[in-house]
C-alpha cells in the first residue's frame, strides 16, 4: 500500500523533478531561469504533435528538444549580452506558452499516450532517480563540475582563474531547457493520455523552481523536495474528499510557500549555505 | 628569464600606470619590487602575469617575446600570480580550489594523489591545512599560503607575490617566506611585491624600487640599506622650508585622546586653528582605520575624539558632518561622491539644510556658486562618474569649501592625480585651513613637508613621534621604519 503510494505518487511528481533538476544545474552556475513553466508547456504541445505523427518516443524526444530551442532565448541574452536574467526568463514563460498554444492549435490535438507502465515509462521513471545522483557525481567527481560551481560561486574570480563562464552557463541553460521540454512532454503523453490542452502544466514549472531552493541546491535534496512537493499533489483527490474543495488545489502551493519560510527561518539559523556539493 | 620590457600602461581614465617600465626576473632568486601604494606595481605584475594588456611594450621569457591573452595562457607559459587579496573561490574545499586551477591549467589530477600531494607539500611548508576543509573557513594567511601551493603543483617558473603579507601576522609571514626560499631554492624566479622595508630586506636578493609609474633604482642586497631605499621610493627629499606659517597657534579645533580601534592602538593628536597637521608613515600601519574612526564609520573602541571642544566619539558620521567637520576620503567615487548623480545633486547632498521636496532650482544656484569657488572640467549636469579622478577631487574641494567646515580631514588625497591638480588640490587643503584646522592623512611624505606645520609619525598602529618645521627627514624617515 505504501509503496503503492510512494509509487502513483512518483508518477505525478516526475515532471516537476524532471524540471527541477535542469534548473538546479543552471542555478549552480550562479543563474536563474524563471522560464521553466513555459518551457514545459512548449514541450507538452510539441510532444503531441509529434507523437502524432510518430511514436511517442519521437514525441519525447522532439518535446525536449523544444524545450531546448526556447531556452536560447533565455540563454543567448542573459549569458553573452548579460540581459537580465529575470526579464529574459518571465519574457521566455510568456513567450513560450504563446507558442505552445500556436503549435496545438496548428496540429491534431491528440496523440498516442505513453502508458504507465510501458517500458518507455519505466525508462523515465528510472531517469527520474538515477539523474539526481549523475548530478551529484558531475559536481562533486569531475573537475568540470568543480568549474561549474566555482562560476557559480565567485564568477570574477572564476573568471581571473580561467573558468569557462559563458560556456558552462550556456551549456546549463540548455541542459535546464531540454529537461523542461521533457517534463512537459511526460505531463502531456503520460498524465493526460497524449493530449495538449492550454494552461496544461497548471504551474508545476514554478513548483519546479521552487523545489530547487527547498531542496537547497542539492541533487538529492531537490529530488527529495521536488518529490514531496508532488506527493502532496498526488493527495488532492483525499483533501477534496475531506471537504475542502477549492482549496486542495491550491495546497501544493501553500505548502511550498510555508516550506520555503520555514527552510529560509531555519537555514539563516543554522548558517546554513548552498551545500558545497 | 623573464623579461618585461619598456612596459607602459595607461588606464582609460588617462593615468599613466607604468611607464616604460623595464623588469628582469631571474631563475633562482627573489627579487623584491618595493613602491608605495599608487606606483605602479600592481599595474606591472597584473600585465606579466597576462591580466591587463599594456598599452606597450613587451614581454619575454628565455628571450622569445610573448603575447598572453589571457590569465590562462600566462599559467601555461610557468607564470603564476598570487593577487593581493588571494581569491579562494569560497564553497569549495581547499582540494577543489587546487584542483580547478590545475585542471584549468591543463593539468588533470586524480582526487587522491592531489589530496596526498597538498598533505605532503603544506605540511612541508608548515601549514596546517586539511584539503577537505572549506576555502571559506580559511584565514587570510592561510589562503594565501594555499596560493603558495599551487605554483608547486603546477610547476610554476615564475611565481608573482602582491603584497602578500598585508594581512598577515608575523608568525603567517614568516611562513611565507620559507616557502618563497624554498621557492627560489628550487630554482624558480620570485616577484616579491611590498611595501613593507623590513621583510624586504630579509628575503630579497635584489630590490627594485617603482615610484609614480617609473623604475627609479635597482640594488643589490650587499648594496640596499633602509635609508637609500627610502630616498628611492620617496623621491630625492627636498630640504624643508623652515618658516611656519602664520596662525597656527589657536585654539584646538579636534582633538584625539587615545584612541584605540583595529589596527589603531594609541592615537593622540591635536589640530589647531590655521593649522595643517600631517599623519605620515608607511601604507598599512593604520592610517586608514585612523580616517575610518574620526569620520566615525569605524568605532572607536577606546579613547575620546572631541570637535571644537565638544566629545564626538559616540556621534554618528552625519552628526559629525553636521557639527563641521569635513571629509575628503581616499575613495572619491562611492565614498565622497554618489555615483548615478549629477554634479549639482552631489553638491547640494552633502549640505544639511535639505528640505522634502526638492528645489532643482536652488539646487542648481547652490552647485553653480561652490563650483565658481573652484571650477571643473565638466557641467552641473555631468554625471560624477563621468568626471576624471582630479576633477571629481576638485568638486569633492569645492564643496566642503562652500560648506566652510571646521575641520578638514583628508587621507591620501593627491594619490593618482597629475601634476596639475596635485597643485591645485593642496591649495585648497591650505585655503581650507585657513578658517579651520586640516588633518592629512597621507603616504606621500613630500606632501607633507610641504603643507604641514606639524607631522605625527603612525607605526603599527600608534603616533611614535612628532615633528615640527624645521623637518628632520632623517628622523622622520627613522620613525616611519620603526
Not at chain 2, 589603531?264 to 597637521?277: F, H, P
Not at chain 2, 555615483?339 to 526638492?358: C, E, M, Q
Not at chain 2, 571646521?406 to 597629475?418: C, E, R
Request: charge should be neutral; charged fraction near 20%; include cysteine.
Amino acid at each position: 500500500m505504501a509503496v503503492e503510494v510512494a509509487l502513483s505518487a512518483l508518477v505525478g511528481a516526475a515532471p516537476i523533478m524532471l524540471a527541477a533538476y535542469g534548473e538546479l544545474l543552471l542555478e549552480r552556475s550562479g543563474r536563474v531561469n524563471l522560464g521553466v513553466d513555459g518551457m514545459m508547456a512548449l514541450g507538452a504541445s510539441v510532444a503531441v504533435a509529434a507523437a502524432s505523427i510518430g511514436s511517442p518516443l519521437l514525441g519525447l524526444l522532439a518535446g525536449a528538444f523544444a524545450g531546448l530551442l526556447a531556452a536560447l532565448f533565455y540563454a543567448l541574452p542573459v549569458v553573452y549580452l548579460r540581459a537580465d536574467q529575470i526579464v529574459a526568463g518571465l519574457s521566455l514563460a510568456f513567450l513560450a506558452w504563446g507558442l505552445a498554444d500556436l503549435t496545438a492549435s496548428l496540429t491534431v490535438p491528440l496523440s498516442p499516450a505513453i502508458i504507465v507502465g510501458s517500458a518507455l515509462h519505466d525508462v523515465l521513471l528510472l531517469l527520474t532517480l538515477l539523474l539526481p545522483l549523475v548530478l551529484w557525481a558531475f559536481l562533486r567527481f569531475t573537475w568540470l563540475g568543480v568549474e561549474l560551481r566555482a562560476v557559480g560561486h565567485d564568477e570574477a574570480a572564476a573568471r581571473e582563474r580561467g573558468a569557462r563562464v559563458e560556456a558552462l552557463r550556456m551549456g546549463a541553460a540548455l541542459f535546464g531547457g531540454l529537461m523542461a521540454g521533457l517534463a512537459g512532454a511526460y505531463m502531456s503523453l503520460v498524465l493526460y493520455n497524449g493530449k495538449y490542452f492550454a494552461g496544461i502544466t497548471s504551474g508545476w514549472g514554478w513548483l519546479a523552481v521552487g523545489s530547487v531552493i527547498l531542496g537547497y541546491w542539492h541533487p538529492l535534496g531537490v529530488a527529495a523536495a521536488s518529490y514531496s512537493v508532488g506527493l502532496v499533489l498526488s493527495l488532492r483527490p483525499y483533501l477534496e474528499a475531506f471537504g475542502l474543495g477549492p482549496l486542495s488545489a491550491t495546497a501544493p502551493y501553500l505548502v511550498v510557500i510555508a516550506a520555503l519560510a520555514l527552510s529560509a527561518v531555519l537555514s539563516a539559523r543554522l548558517r546554513l549555505r548552498p551545500p558545497i556539493t | 628569464m623573464f623579461f618585461a620590457d619598456r612596459i607602459t600602461v595607461v588606464y582609460p581614465t588617462g593615468t599613466r600606470a607604468n611607464e616604460e617600465v623595464s623588469l628582469e626576473l631571474r631563475g633562482g632568486e627573489i627579487l623584491a619590487l618595493l613602491g608605495e601604494n599608487g606606483a605602479g606595481k600592481t599595474t606591472l605584475a597584473k600585465v606579466m602575469a597576462g591580466l591587463l594588456r599594456p598599452t606597450s611594450g613587451r614581454l619575454l621569457i628565455d628571450g622569445e617575446e610573448v603575447s598572453f591573452r589571457s590569465y590562462r595562457e600566462a599559467l601555461a607559459r610557468g607564470i603564476y600570480y598570487v593577487s593581493q587579496h588571494p581569491q579562494l573561490i569560497e564553497g569549495l574545499t581547499v582540494l577543489e580550489d587546487v584542483g580547478l586551477t590545475l585542471s584549468l591549467a591543463g593539468k588533470r589530477a586524480a582526487r587522491g594523489e592531489l589530496r596526498e600531494a597538498i598533505r605532503r607539500l603544506s605540511s612541508k611548508l608548515g601549514l596546517k591545512v586539511e584539503p577537505e576543509s572549506l576555502c571559506e573557513e580559511l584565514s587570510a594567511g592561510e589562503r594565501q599560503r594555499v596560493e603558495a601551493i599551487k605554483p608547486l603543483l603546477l610547476g610554476s617558473r615564475f611565481v608573482i607575490f602582491d603584497e602578500p603579507t598585508t594581512h598577515m601576522s608575523p608568525l603567517e609571514a614568516r611562513a611565507l617566506g620559507e616557502i618563497m626560499k624554498e621557492m627560489k631554492r628550487e630554482g624558480r624566479g620570485v616577484l616579491f611585491i611590498s611595501h613593507k622595508l623590513k621583510e624586504v630586506m630579509e628575503l630579497a636578493d635584489r630590490v627594485v624600487v617603482m615610484r609614480r609609474g617609473k623604475v627609479v633604482g635597482g640594488l643589490r642586497r650587499e648594496e640596499a640599506d633602509p635609508r637609500k631605499i627610502l630616498e628611492l621610493m620617496f623621491g630625492e627629499v627636498q630640504a624643508p622650508t623652515g618658516e611656519r606659517r602664520e596662525g597656527a597657534r589657536g585654539e584646538v579645533l579636534l582633538e584625539l585622546r587615545d584612541v584605540k580601534s583595529f589596527r589603531v592602538r594609541s592615537v593622540s593628536l591635536k589640530v589647531r586653528m590655521g593649522e595643517v597637521v600631517g599623519v605620515a608613515g608607511v601604507a598599512g600601519n593604520g592610517q586608514r582605520e585612523l580616517f575610518e574612526v574620526i569620520t566615525g564609520i569605524r568605532a572607536a573602541e577606546g579613547g575620546r575624539i572631541f570637535l571644537a571642544g565638544r566629545d564626538i566619539t559616540r556621534l554618528s558620521p552625519g552628526e559629525r558632518i553636521k557639527l563641521g567637520l569635513s571629509l575628503v576620503p581616499e575613495d572619491r567615487l562611492g565614498w565622497a561622491l554618489v555615483p548615478g548623480l549629477d554634479v549639482a545633486t552631489n553638491v547640494y547632498f552633502a549640505l544639511d539644510s535639505k528640505r522634502f521636496i526638492i528645489d532643482w532650482g536652488e539646487v542648481k544656484e547652490v552647485a553653480q556658486r561652490a563650483l565658481s569657488i573652484v571650477p571643473i572640467a565638466g557641467s552641473p549636469d555631468s554625471r560624477v562618474e563621468s568626471l576624471s579622478g582630479g576633477n571629481m577631487q576638485r568638486l569633492i574641494l569645492a564643496r566642503e569649501l562652500y560648506r566652510d567646515p571646521k575641520v578638514i580631514v583628508a587621507m591620501n588625497p593627491t594619490a593618482g592625480l597629475d601634476y596639475a591638480t596635485t597643485r591645485a588640490v593642496r591649495e585648497m587643503i591650505v585655503r581650507l585651513s585657513e578658517k579651520g584646522g586640516a588633518l592629512l592623512i597621507s603616504e606621500d611624505l613630500d606632501e607633507l613637508l610641504e603643507l604641514a606645520d606639524r607631522i605625527y609619525v603612525m607605526s603599527r598602529g600608534a603616533i611614535v613621534g612628532e615633528h615640527s618645521r624645521p623637518f628632520d627627514v632623517e628622523r622622520i624617515a627613522r620613525d616611519m621604519v620603526s
